[in-house]
């Protein structure tokens, strides 16, 4: 069975400055890992994904992940937010091929203050 | 990009009633869609799989009579609520891929359902 856990509920922090939202998943077989954004009133759109390769993953918006196998983990950054990136951010996996049977994390609130 | 669409956005009922709940995929044909759960603090929680002209495939511990699935086209999965309870009252939110084994999913933008 696959699980994710995002520990921070909520993450404030300041215009300019870098962020890093943390992700941990556990699994007993290979997984696929996806970041998605979701803006107020709208639809989950994805961030970025890990299939495989290069372990660093780089996205739209400026955001990159980083794929650690042996730390079970895969924590979104962003060196400078803007005011536009308050949002909520989920981190999914998922078993093999394809995007089905996606399992989310309780997601995380960032809140980019001016 | 491809775009799915939800609708309504935002449902108020009272409890006993049945509420339908559409996903559209506006640009593409979508054979499987998915149709997911989210409590508050809570992960989105998969629900079942919608399967385009056949029978959805539910997860354990979800009543298939009372989330009633329908798939009747390529563009189009409906979600309804039967009998509805305040327990119901959740943020539902459907998706769908554009080919099988794709590897990104498309998003509506979810259907906020309280039941009073």
């Known amino acids: 069975a696959q699980s994710v856990t995002q520990l921070d509920s909520q993450v404030p922090v300041f215009e300019e400055a870098p962020v890093e939202l943390r992700c941990n998943y556990s699994?007993?077989?290979?997984?696929?890992l996806f970041w998605y954004v979701q803006y107020p009133n709208q639809g989950l759109q994805l961030l970025l994904k890990y299939l495989s390769g290069s372990t660093l993953v780089k996205g739209i918006n400026g955001f990159e992940a980083e794929f650690n196998k042996s730390q079970t983990s895969f924590h979104l950054r962003k060196p400078s937010v803007h005011i536009s990136d308050t949002a909520e951010y989920f981190c999914a996996v998922t078993p093999g091929a394809g995007a089905n049977n996606l399992f989310f994390g309780t997601g995380t609130r960032l809140t980019v203050i001016p | 990009g491809a775009v799915v669409s939800q609708h309504p956005s935002r449902v108020i009922c009272k409890s006993g009633t049945s509420v339908k709940i559409e996903c559209r995929s506006l640009?593409?044909?979508?054979?499987?869609m998915f149709w997911y759960r989210q409590f508050p603090k809570q992960s989105l929680m998969l629900m079942a799989t919608s399967n385009e002209g056949s029978k959805a495939t539910y997860e354990q511990g979800v009543e298939k009579d009372k989330f009633l699935i329908n798939h009747a086209s390529l563009t189009l999965s409906t979600l309804t609520v039967t009998s509805a309870h305040p327990e119901d009252s959740s943020f539902y939110i459907c998706?769908?891929?554009?080919?099988?084994?794709?590897?990104?999913?498309?998003f509506g933008q979810g259907t906020r359902l309280t039941v009073v």
């Open positions: 640009d593409f044909q979508a054979t499987t």
């Open positions: 699994s007993s077989v290979s997984v696929y």
């Open positions: 998706s769908a891929n554009r080919r099988a084994g794709d590897t990104e999913a498309f």
